[in-house]
């Protein structure tokens, strides 16, 4: 009798549990569905002891999810990969990926689980991954496990990009494992709930490429048409079409780094999204003083990742991509790399498309003249040379449009020589004359693009430092607020706005992997 109750007792648990998961994600899977080499179905690793860090409630409404359900200690469970809902079908993907130029034929996820797909409010199927879920098939000698630190860090700056309005994966929680995990010094561990339009890499296509699995390269390829670009069906070459789709997404991402100061970091093909959302914030970084050799990676050695390398180490993974998918291009070869170093050779066209207004606009200007760039470049090579802060150049340059606001005092003093700017002043102001606009109006047009507020590197570090080491959450806390409005002044938080003092200066960040 006592046997049947408690047999009776766990099935109705198992019920309602099955119940409480269906109705908190209800995953509806497509990935799940491609060829069994395309992943590893495995489990997370269940921590021991979950605790919530920080859930993106705001992002859990646009899922269609329920914070409260995610925040009660079950949806805590999940979100520390302690319990799997029924619908879930976990699984690691597999990937390979030239990194720092090195071609490495396997990599895949080592310290990630995609558990599933929703379709959000809009409509849209989005990736739900936990990151640092424990080993896979793919970990090689990693742990598969991630730290606090970067978890948050990836938390900050994916959340900070989503609302400057880039493209980019995004942070739903953040939940500590209660566990530490050994890197050069014991760190708390932590697992990062990662939503993405979905995690389809480039290096994804050169897995299938690298061994000769066409069949591989084209049901992927059929995978990416139907999710990121349905328009490349329409098209008489779909894989064509799907190139230059892809390579289209990835110039406008690339030119909206630059125009805000972000830099990547490790832009190895394995960490570029084919769907073109900034992916893997490792040693990310925003740059202080504009200048485009600026490096923060402290494994990126040489610069091949610096800021103004971006483009083209852009165009170079994209015809990584390109030579992925040849075979699936044109039956013949030569027929095929014709058609392929084309759309590669669009690349510089279609991020100056971006890159040119979006500066134009920066500035102040709405119409293209000739002359234009050069003006853009002067002001950015003034700036290189006297160590000018890039956000607040930019910000503060909207205010001097209205002269009873501020004058170039203002400006001026983020240069070393301030006679600088005043020189570019002149021929920027002239410019704005031919193009008259109430000041008001373009003030707030260049306030649009121009933000305020940026993850700036000593407000990150220091956000995480006071959670790791004194596991206060406050100024985490904060700065996510802060960074949620970046194009708003919020005068309770010019701090924020400010650049580090030498002291606080951040010259060298790193993944933390
Ligand atoms: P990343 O530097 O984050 O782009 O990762 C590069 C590769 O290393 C990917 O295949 C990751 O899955 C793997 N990796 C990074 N960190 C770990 C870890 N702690 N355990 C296992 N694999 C990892
Ligand atoms: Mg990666």
């Known amino acids: 009798m006592v046997g049947d109750a408690k047999l009776l007792q766990s099935a109705r648990r198992l019920m309602h549990d099955r119940m409480t998961d269906d109705a908190m994600f209800p995953f509806n899977n497509s990935y799940a569905r491609l060829p069994e080499h395309f992943f590893a179905r495995l489990p997370p690793t269940p921590v021991s002891e979950p605790s919530l860090i920080r859930l993106n409630a705001t992002l859990a409404l646009e899922l269609g999810l329920d914070p409260e359900r995610l925040a009660s200690p079950e949806g805590i469970e999940v979100l520390a990969g302690n319990r799997v809902p029924r619908s879930a079908e976990p699984l690691a993907m597999a990937y390979a990926g030239f990194q720092f130029g090195s071609w490495v034929p396997q990599l895949g996820d080592g310290r990630a689980i995609l558990l599933g797909e929703l379709i959000d409010r809009e409509g849209v199927r989005r990736d739900v991954q936990l990151k ?4 896979t098939p793919f970990s090689r000698g990693g742990d598969g496990r991630a730290a606090v630190g970067p978890v948050l860090r990836e938390y900050i700056i994916s959340e900070a990009m989503a609302a400057l309005g880039i493209p980019t994966t ?3 929680a953040a939940v500590a494992t209660g566990e530490r995990i050994r ?22 296509f050169q897995f299938f490429a690298g061994r000769r699995d066409e069949t591989g390269v084209r049901v992927l390829a059929e995978h990416a048409i139907a999710r990121h670009f349905p328009e490349a069906r329409e098209s008489n070459n779909p894989i064509l079409a799907l190139l230059g789709a892809a390579i289209e997404r990835q110039a406008e991402l690339v030119a909206r780094w630059q125009l805000v100061g972000f830099i990547h970091g490790v832009m190895n ?15 990310c970084a925003f ?29 170079w993974n994209l015809a990584g991509l390109a030579n992925a998918l040849l075979p699936a291009i044109a039956d013949d070869r030569n027929r095929a790399v014709e058609l392929a170093t084309e759309m590669i050779q669009s690349f510089p066209t279609r991020f100056a498309h971006y890159y040119g ?15 234009d760039v050069e003006l853009a470049q002067d002001l950015l090579k003034i700036m290189a040379e006297n160590a000018a802060d890039f956000t607040l150049t930019f910000r503060r340059l909207g205010d001097l449009v209205d002269s009873s606001v501020r004058n170039d005092d203002w400006v001026t003093g983020l240069f070393d020589d301030p006679a600088a700017f005043g020189r570019w002043a002149v021929g920027w102001r ?4 031919s193009e008259p606009r109430p000041p008001a109006e373009r003030q707030r047009d260049m306030r649009s693009v121009n933000p305020a507020f940026i993850p700036r590197n000593h407000r990150v570090e220091e956000a995480i430092e006071a959670a790791v080491e004194r596991s206060d959450l406050e100024p985490f806390e904060r700065l996510i607020e802060v960074l949620a409005s970046p194009y708003e002044d919020q005068p309770s938080h010019e701090p924020y706005a400010e650049p580090p003092r030498p002291d606080q200066i951040v010259r060298e960040t790193f993944c933390g992997t």
Request: aromatic residues 6%; proline residues 5%.
């Open 170 to 172: 995004r942070s739903l």
């Open 183 to 204: 890197r050069e010094i014991d760190l708390p561990g932590a697992v990062l709930t990662r939503v993405a339009q979905s995690h389809i890499r480039v290096g994804t």
């Open 430 to 433: 002239n410019r704005l004359g």
């Open 287 to 315: 740059m202080d003083n504009y200048h485009p050799d600026t490096v923060y990676s402290s494994i990126d050695h040489r610069g091949r990742y610096a800021y103004g390398n971006q483009p083209s180490i852009a165009q």
């Open 269 to 283: 093909t394995d960490n570029m999204s084919i769907a073109g959302e900034t992916i893997d914030y490792g040693p």
């Open 132 to 135: 640092g879920s424990g080993r």
């Open 357 to 371: 207004p979006g500066l134009h606009r920066k500035l102040g200007l709405m119409e293209a003249r000739d002359g």
